[in-house]
């Protein structure tokens, strides 16, 4: 049930704070103040890259850097300068209240998150993929904690039962199971196109085309004569199946757990592992089976019946969720006051939002497909 999953997520993080989380530098070369405090070229640059290396634009290959007077670069300047003036203005509002965060604080919020994810190793996999250090996740956490301090300073939010189980009857489709297994595999990594390339820019240099593919399909042969042979060994003794799995498959996270993949929907699979897996019964292994990644071997070890998540067991997790979206609007609304009773000076006009909007309406006229910029710091 994809919607208990991200309450599960969001229940520990305001969703507002993730824009806010960002590093300065030390630098006097201001390019915006706020109350007097300034806001670095160092630190806008920073911020501006952190987002621009992780957003979809770069991972379609677009550089957001290359051309500052862009319309993509002028909407991410916006919002990144915005996002350092609000960052700035919540920072002066903590430590004017003298808000801290103890070792305790620390120590129970990443309890509470690692307990979502479901253990320290999947949480630290986590940090890994989306290529977040330790050290700035702790960073990070304690900006967040102390947020979430100054939002209980500001307001006090309850969400009741009865709340809950509107939002529960108001969202029923989200909390509906399709049929589910659960399977474990062991994967021989192998894809003829990757195969070719990867011979191609090396032994295979000064090779026909023909020669080519003869070398492709003998180490594809190679790979699924390996699959044969532990498929072998697991019906020999299948209950040697998590160790075997730990020692030679190439899905090296799930052979961390012993092959072991969880529940999931069909959907969730490529088609050939799907539909061999759902065509098992528990505690059967498949043949070897073939899929864009390579050569797999299954074991299913439990089915579950599609069906709707009760109201108890998710109820504490929409009440964590309907919590942290009243939290977000206080604090916007909070933002909001501090705001419209700020003094902020643009040291460098190019980082003036109503220059910016300008720019970014006047290349909207000149090209109508371009969507209109997004609300100013001033705003």
Request: with cysteine; net charge positive; charged share 30%.
């Amino acid at each position: 049930m994809k919607l208990a999953k991200n309450l599960k997520m969001a229940a520990s993080i305001l969703a507002v704070s993730a824009t806010l989380m960002i590093c300065g530098c030390t630098n006097n070369n201001a390019v915006v103040t706020v109350n007097g405090d300034s806001i670095t070229r160092a630190q806008y640059e920073k911020a501006f890259d952190a987002v621009a290396n992780n957003s979809m634009f770069s991972q379609m290959g677009i550089d957001l850097k290359k051309d500052p007077n862009s319309f993509l670069h002028l909407m991410l300047k916006d919002r990144v300068i915005n996002e350092l003036i609000v960052k700035k203005l919540i920072d002066q509002e903590i430590n004017k209240r003298h808000i801290k965060v103890s070792k305790e604080d620390m120590d129970k919020q990443l309890k509470s998150i690692i307990d979502k994810v479901g253990s320290k190793e999947k949480f630290n996999q986590l940090l890994k993929e989306n290529g977040v250090s330790t050290a700035q996740f702790k960073k990070d956490l304690s900006d967040e904690v102390k947020i979430q301090k100054l939002v209980d300073t500001l307001s006090t939010v309850s969400i009741s039962d009865k709340d809950a189980m509107k939002f529960y009857k108001e969202n029923a489709d989200k909390f509906k199971n399709p049929d589910k297994v659960r399977a474990s595999h062991i994967l021989v990594s192998a894809n003829s196109e990757e195969l070719k390339a990867k011979i191609a820019a090396g032994e295979g240099k000064n090779m026909t085309e023909e020669q080519l593919n003869a070398e492709v399909k003998k180490q594809m042969n190679a790979q699924k004569a390996k699959a044969q042979k532990l498929l072998a060994e697991v019906k020999k003794n299948p209950k040697e199946f998590a160790k075997i799995a730990k020692e030679n498959s190439d899905d090296t996270q799930s052979a961390k757990q012993g092959g072991d993949l969880g529940f999931f929907g069909k959907e969730e699979m490529v088609e050939p592992f799907s539909k061999a897996a759902f065509a098992m019964k528990p505690n059967t292994i498949s043949e070897v089976i073939e899929t864009p990644y390579g050569y797999h071997i299954i074991m299913v070890t439990d089915r579950q019946k599609a069906g709707v998540e009760p109201f108890d067991k998710v109820k504490d997790d929409i009440k964590d969720f309907l919590t942290n979206q009243e939290k977000v609007k206080v604090l916007q609304q909070f933002v909001d006051t501090l705001k419209n009773n700020a003094k902020i000076e643009f040291k460098d006009p190019s980082f003036d939002p109503q220059n910016i909007q300008k720019a970014l309406k006047e290349q909207a006229k000149n090209n109508p497909a371009l969507m209109e910029g997004p609300k100013s710091a001033r705003d």
